[in-house]
């Protein structure tokens, strides 16, 4: 930790920033959520379709993580059973490309940006309960190596999303 600090002091430093001024940029909320790679930190941006499905794509990446929001896990309830697509196939924004059931109900999960998934949490097939614990992070659905990237900025913001949340949850 105390080496990624004195590193971006220096690259700040370099830049004629303030350390005060590089960290707040590195940390605002705006940009998205951090995630620790192997030591590095790596900026990445949720964006949600009203639907409650997320795309969570990495500073620079064309691949967007996709998943449901805490939001829909909380109001869908205990998660029994996760339909997933095939690595290979494509979808188009908003397509259906699963579904997800619950002891409450079944509700069919839409592609937030259009693409070929690239990779399939396998994990939910046998523990599908991990949505309900783990929705934003280690519960995605599938990786899509969008067509075009353009499709996010049509996207809800976190901010945008979280007004929605709260919208509907009234």
């Known amino acids: 930790?105390?080496?990624q600090e004195e590193a971006m002091a220096a690259m700040a430093m370099r830049r004629g920033l303030?350390?005060?001024m590089q960290l707040r940029r590195?940390?605002?909320p705006a940009l998205g959520a951090q995630r620790a790679l192997g030591?590095?930190?790596a900026l990445s941006t949720f964006r949600y379709l009203k639907s409650h499905e997320y795309a969570k794509v990495e500073d620079g990446s064309d691949v967007a993580t996709v998943g449901i929001s805490d939001f829909a896990q909380t109001q869908l309830g205990d998660v029994v059973f996760v339909d997933l697509p095939m690595v290979g196939d494509s979808f188009e924004k908003e397509e259906t490309f699963g579904s997800v059931e619950s002891v409450k109900a079944a509700s069919d999960v839409y592609a937030p940006v259009s693409g070929e998934v690239v990779e399939v949490n396998e994990q939910l097939v046998d523990k599908p309960e991990l949505v309900n614990s783990h929705a934003m992070s280690d519960a995605w659905f599938v990786k899509i190596k969008m067509s075009n990237s353009a499709e996010l900025e049509?996207?809800?913001d976190e901010a945008a999303y979280?007004?929605?949340?709260k919208d509907e949850d009234h």
Do not use: P
């Open 39 to 41: 030591g590095a930190r």
């Open 18 to 20: 303030g350390l005060g």
């Open 1 to 3: 930790q105390r080496q």
């Open 154 to 156: 049509e996207l809800l």
């Open 162 to 165: 979280a007004q929605h949340a």
């Open 26 to 28: 590195a940390t605002a």
